[in-house]
């Protein structure tokens, strides 16, 4: 398919559906949570940015359990991007890399730009009875 690839509903929503476009309401909607694959867990270090990653994406809906191959292959490019810089790789080796990267977050919502696109509803003050009672 040519094209950018569809924008998962979820991000659509933490966006506000800027575009206004009808939801896809069959969407599949895997259950929430993922768990790190076996091979990942042999590595200390994906671990590490594995248990960096999941509970920021779970915290907002975004990581389910068919999501474990995808977070867990950001979590080798970024450490691998790390170690690309330790060791003074070339600039279009790591640009290549980089670019890698830049695709699974846009896909997690991980960018700046995404970020900026989120809508988050304000709590309601609650008044000064609620907040003499201990409210927001």
Do not use: Y
Not at 12 to 21: A, M
Not at 77 to 97: C, D, H, I, T, W
Request: with cysteine; proline share 9%.
């Amino acid at each position: 398919m040519a094209g950018r690839p569809p924008k998962p509903t979820a991000l659509k929503l933490l966006h506000g559906n800027p575009g206004k476009r009808k939801l896809n309401e069959n969407e599949p909607k895997p259950p929430l949570g993922a768990q790190p694959p076996a091979w990942l867990k042999a590595d200390l270090v994906l671990l590490q940015e594995w248990n960096r990653h999941a509970p920021r994406l779970g915290k907002l809906g975004l990581l389910t359990e068919i999501d474990d191959d995808a977070l867990a292959t950001l979590c080798v490019l970024e450490v691998k991007f790390r170690e690309m810089l330790a060791a003074g790789a070339a600039g279009s080796a790591l640009a290549s890399l980089s670019k890698e990267l830049r695709a699974l977050w846009s896909r997690f919502g991980m960018t700046p730009a995404d970020r900026a696109r989120v809508k988050v509803e304000k709590p309601q003050d609650a008044g000064k009875l609620g907040r003499h009672l201990g409210g927001a």
